[in-house]
């Protein structure tokens, strides 16, 4: 499209058009024959005359909402971005966007882009930002690197903004926080340490607003709570514990500690939607839901909830299926969806999917896939229907669940 023209959809504000939306709910309606799919963007403001500024632009939030027959605006961009370590200091970057008119939802692959990262050693994680336009690398150089990411209707470029040096050994894990609390990363590594940094006020200036050090072993995870629990991380570690701190107004940090959550390890940490299944923003209880799932080379799936202010089991037995370490665990947004959903991947191969409909059920569990190698890492959608494995095959699939249950392969890349 054309820039400084109307774009071919009418932005509308719905004043509780029914009882599953939030009042303050935007509504995107397509005009299909106009508009398969959104190449470009624009910065969003409450206006119902859009069009596109001057000057560089972002990708826009289209994602498909799947109790409507509309499309919901969401924030940011529909992406999935994973990193595999494709040669030394390379990573392998995909962007994912939603394609076509209507229902079902296919899937668009843009052409994979390679990010030359200036590491010195294997890439281990990579974690965009909420507004899809930085990323951070952490890899065994010991290193953290943020680069500038832009991508446009034909091309896309990259470019290394800052280096941050504090671990003393490969650096697994980076997560960035919500916007709401500013430019704020977190890293963890085999040194025990995890480090908080924190945009400083010259350009690319990061310093180490924060270091936990109470680990001794290697801390395999990272992940920040959703905002509304507050600025909150969870990590997980060798040592077989997981640890939770809540930042405070007056800059120190709440802990809380989970001991001998897998007795053998912590491989990966994921929080639950801070909304219920079934609800809305804005919609349900008023209380968000304070809970995360974890792995462990125990084999094992664990789900954690907070009980008069400590972290108790959330149901026995563990959750059991898997035969070896389990690398990978991720708890699906549940948007509109009636039921929680956690993806789990393991060193033996397989994907397993585990549902509850409601809270106090039983968490019943579905082989998505043998992939007949190991497999590292799993994404989500924002709208938690396509889940997005990585495998020790270099091999990136999406994966979708059918209208009878069962999950289908929408879609391969290959690095």
Not at 54 to 70: I, K, M, N, T, Y
Not at 393 to 401: A, F, Q, R, S
Request: charged content about 20%; aromatic content about 10%; hydrophobic content about 40%.
């Amino acid at each position: 499209l054309p820039r400084d023209e109307p774009l071919p959809f009418r932005l509308q504000q719905k004043r509780q058009a029914s009882s599953a939306l939030s009042a303050s709910s935007l509504l995107l309606r397509v005009d299909p024959s106009t508009c398969e799919r959104v190449s470009r963007s624009f910065p969003f403001l409450p206006s119902t005359d859009l069009t596109y500024p001057s000057g560089e632009a972002s990708l826009p939030a289209v994602d498909v909402f799947p109790a409507l027959s509309s499309w919901f605006l969401r924030r940011r961009a529909f992406q999935l971005l994973l990193s595999i370590p494709v040669a030394k200091g390379i990573a392998a970057a995909w962007e994912y966007k939603q394609k076509g008119s209507g229902f079902p939802l296919r899937i668009g692959v843009m052409p994979s882009q390679s990010i030359e990262t200036g590491h010195q050693d294997a890439v281990h994680d990579v974690a965009m930002d909420y507004y899809g336009k930085r990323l951070a690398t952490a890899s065994s150089d010991g290193t953290i690197k943020i680069i500038g990411v832009s991508s446009g209707s034909s091309s896309s470029s990259s470019q290394p903004l800052a280096t941050l040096s504090g671990h003393q050994g490969p650096v697994w894990r980076v997560a960035w926080a919500h916007p709401k609390f500013g430019s704020v990363l977190a890293s963890c590594g085999y040194d025990g340490r995890v480090i908080i940094w924190r945009e400083g006020g010259r350009e690319n200036e990061w310093i180490q607003a924060h270091v936990f050090t109470d680990n001794t072993s290697s801390v395999n995870s990272v992940a920040w709570a959703p905002y509304e629990l507050g600025l909150c991380l969870a990590y997980g570690s060798s040592d077989g514990s997981i640890s939770v701190f809540t930042a405070r107004p007056d800059g120190g940090w709440d802990a809380a500690k989970i001991d001998g959550a897998h007795p053998v390890g912590v491989m990966s940490v994921s929080w639950a939607p801070p909304i219920a299944p079934g609800f809305l923003v804005g919609v349900g209880s008023d209380e968000p839901v304070r809970k995360l799932v974890s792995g462990g080379c125990d084999n094992t799936v664990k789900v954690w909830k907070v009980e008069n202010e400590s972290w108790r089991l959330d149901g026995l037995p563990a959750l059991q299926m898997h035969k070896d370490w389990v690398r990978d665990v991720a708890w699906a947004p549940n948007l509109g969806l009636q039921k929680s959903t956690i993806a789990s991947a393991s060193q033996d191969g397989t994907v397993i999917v585990w549902t509850a409909a409601k809270e106090g059920d039983r968490w019943e569990g579905k082989v998505l896939h043998d992939f007949k190698t190991a497999v590292w890492r799993l994404s989500w959608s924002t709208t938690g229907n396509i889940l997005a494995v990585a495998d020790g095959d270099n091999n990136v699939t999406l994966w979708k669940e059918a209208v009878d249950g069962e999950w289908q392969q929408v879609s391969t890349v290959e690095p």
